[in-house]
């Protein structure tokens, strides 16, 4: 009799360490595999649940709901009721704003991304601006420069500077801008 009882005590202690250790297994992969979501997957699951609060690395925070997200950029119109679209590349997104509540949607795989548009990259929406002659607003740390983007190269893009209402015609001036140096890009 003092047998059983010793077994079914050593049988419930294996037990417990078993479930423990399947425990610390589970833990230890949702660890790893949140690990693995980069700010793009986060912003991808923010996105599903509705506006997206960024905060962008100079600061100013911006409320979007995005149409877009490419492999280093994402697109949406601002909620403030500007009629715009803002075109942020990843890089200057300092900070995803989010209530407490919407924070486990962030952390779940957002849906299988499939299409061109998560494989573009931002100098390529970039250079398709530049091609339909759209005019827009860079919006830089210091300032924005408004105009048409002429060229856009590895790293910096050409902006001909002028009138909103003048046109590519006139420009007063070419700024080159750095890429890394772009917050957003305003399109009306």
């Given amino acids: 009799m003092r047998w059983d009882s010793l077994f079914d005590d050593l049988e419930g202690q294996l037990e417990r360490e078993l479930a423990a250790e399947g425990e610390e297994l589970r833990a230890e992969e949702e660890r790893l595999r949140i690990g693995r979501l980069a700010l793009r997957d986060r912003i991808r699951g923010a996105a599903e649940h509705g506006p997206v609060r960024l905060r962008l690395v100079a600061g100013e925070?911006?409320?979007?709901?995005?149409?877009?997200?490419?492999?280093?950029?994402?697109?949406?119109?601002?909620?403030?009721?500007?009629?715009?679209?803002?075109?942020?590349?990843?890089?200057?997104?300092?900070?995803?704003?989010?209530?407490?509540?919407?924070?486990?949607?962030?952390?779940?795989?957002?849906?299988?991304?499939?299409?061109?548009?998560?494989?573009?990259?931002?100098?390529?929406?970039?250079?398709?601006?530049?091609?339909?002659?759209?005019?827009?607003?860079?919006?830089?740390?210091?300032?924005?420069?408004?105009?048409?983007?002429?060229r856009v190269a590895r790293d910096t893009v050409d902006v001909a500077v002028h009138e909103p209402d003048a046109g590519r015609c006139s420009p007063r001036r070419v700024e080159i801008v750095a890429l890394s140096a772009v917050l957003a890009v305003r399109v009306p």
């Fill in 61 to 150: 925070p911006v409320t979007l709901e995005i149409t877009a997200i490419g492999r280093d950029w994402l697109s949406g119109e601002p909620v403030d009721g500007r009629r715009c679209g803002l075109l942020v590349p990843l890089p200057a997104v300092a900070a995803l704003l989010l209530a407490p509540e919407q924070v486990p949607g962030t952390l779940a795989p957002a849906g299988e991304e499939a299409g061109l548009t998560a494989r573009l990259g931002f100098p390529f929406v970039l250079r398709d601006l530049a091609r339909r002659r759209v005019p827009v607003e860079v919006r830089l740390a210091g300032g924005t420069v408004a105009g048409t983007i002429d």
